[in-house]
């Protein structure tokens, strides 16, 4: 498995693997059409073109390799990171990274592949000194809280809005205070 950051030119590659794993995340939450809407508006290859622009915005990618052939084979999951507390109520005082999304196709669930993309942002996080890290998780994704859980976040108490076009839903607050210099993932961290 390897990690690299994301090019401009992995736009349209980043656009496919975005509305896989939303669409696999999401599926039967909310309407056929808010869902089509969703993924059009959210992760077109324009929009993500933009974000792939951004020096600050940083999007990684997982990408497979096998025996036969080391190069790897194409993306499995993806994290994007950007430092700020925007929107997170009462952190503004501390310097903040931002966990925005990491999601991994299906079909590697349970393969390291969101450890490998976790460590590394807890790991960029603790290098360049940030004091919290946080993230939103949509309140009925138990799977992702007990993943995030095992790496020492909690709920901060505040949620809010994040609908599927017109499909109403609510992510909850998760954060982790970065106090210990010498991070370590509790043991048996899995998918």
């Not at 794993?21 to 508006?41: I, K, S």
């Not at 951004?54 to 993306?75: H, I, K, M, Q, R």
Request: hydrophobic share 35%; net charge negative; charged share 25%.
């Amino acid at each position: 498995m390897k990690l690299r950051r994301a090019t401009v030119d992995d736009a349209q590659t980043l656009s496919r693997l975005a509305r896989e794993t939303f669409y696999d995340t999401f599926v039967g939450t909310c309407t056929d059409e808010d869902m089509r809407g969703y993924l059009a508006e959210t992760y077109s290859v324009e929009k993500l073109r933009q974000e792939l622009s951004d020096p600050e915005d940083l999007v990684f990618l997982a990408e497979t390799a096998n025996e036969l052939d080391p190069e790897p084979s194409g993306p499995v999951g993806y994290l994007r990171m950007k430092e700020g507390s925007e929107g997170l109520p009462s952190s503004k005082q501390w310097k903040a990274l931002e966990c925005k999304r990491l999601y991994v196709r299906k079909e590697f669930h349970r393969k390291g592949v969101a450890q490998l993309l976790m460590d590394h942002f807890m790991n960029y996080a603790l290098q360049n000194h940030y004091e919290v890290v946080w993230l939103g998780v949509w309140e009925f994704n138990y799977r992702a809280q007990r993943f995030y859980s095992k790496y020492g976040f909690v709920p901060n108490g505040h949620s809010h809005p994040f609908p599927i076009q017109n499909t109403p839903q609510t992510d909850i607050w998760l954060w982790r205070f970065l106090t210990d210099p010498s991070f370590e993932r509790t043991e048996g961290a899995g998918e």
